[in-house]
């Protein structure tokens, strides 16, 4: 059995596209591109871990068939809920996981095991401006209500972060790997409240998503840091090929 993640499918097959890069480049088909790597790398008795933005639609009437086609790829599929997932109300994740039993594992304010591992995680938060620049282009400032705003967010994404974490620790696991839709950081900053946590549960890999494009993948950590490992699974940044991560 191995761990394979990957983020950002925003499939669009009864909602409007609301991305245009989707018709160009590494976007071009990368529906026939992640089912052709999925049925290449993955087993069914594998976890697949989504890691957000699954779907363009607004509600599960115009999800129905992109979650469908996440149903249908191999394995054993876990989503977590992304900033475009509009379909999903964090506070009835219960009644999706419910609807969806045996066919999509949904996470939030819970866990899913994986051998003795906890897979934990939430859709998480980062300030991303809008920054003001100087005459020569350098950051002078931010919008103080948006940055305010940001704050409740992060605050509010790191206690539902935390109920996963102690969903799994009063079930006696020890071990966890962190998924976030968000970068755990903003692109000035090495800590923030999610590193904090990750390190306070020891967790050995933090997974997440959101950053698109070539210019946006080094927003935030990569590779090893404090002893942890930092992944970006990003669809356009693996081109579409789940990254093993067990």
Request: charged residues 30%; negative net charge; proline residues 3%.
């Amino acid at each position: 059995m191995s761990l394979y993640a990957i983020g950002d499918l925003h499939l669009h097959y009864q909602s409007v596209l609301k991305a245009p890069m989707q018709q160009t480049g590494v976007w071009r088909n990368h529906e026939e591109k992640v089912l052709k790597y999925c049925r290449k790398l993955i087993h069914e008795d594998d976890v697949l871990l989504l890691a957000g933005d699954h779907s363009w639609g607004h509600n599960l009437s115009e999800c129905e068939k992109d979650l469908q086609f996440i149903e249908e790829l191999p394995g054993k599929k876990v989503l977590l809920r992304g900033n475009h997932d509009m379909f999903w109300d964090a506070k009835k994740t219960a009644s999706l996981n419910e609807r969806f039993e045996g066919r999509l594992f949904f996470l939030q304010d819970n866990y899913y095991p994986y051998e003795d591992y906890a897979l934990v995680g939430t859709k998480g938060y980062v300030f991303e401006g809008p920054y003001y620049l100087d005459g020569r282009g350098r950051i002078a400032g931010w919008d103080e209500k948006e940055k305010a705003h940001a704050d409740k967010l992060i605050e509010r994404e790191s206690i539902r972060l935390r109920t996963s974490f102690e969903a799994a620790v009063r079930d006696g696991y020890k071990k966890f790997i962190m998924f976030l839709h968000y970068p755990p950081t903003d692109i000035f900053k090495e800590r923030s409240v999610f590193t904090d946590m990750a390190e306070e549960y020891r967790v050995s890999q933090v997974v997440y998503a959101h950053c698109h494009g070539e210019r946006r993948f080094n927003d935030s950590l990569r590779g090893e840091y404090n002893g942890i490992l930092y992944r970006l699974v990003s669809g356009d940044c693996l081109k579409w090929k789940p990254e093993k991560i067990l």
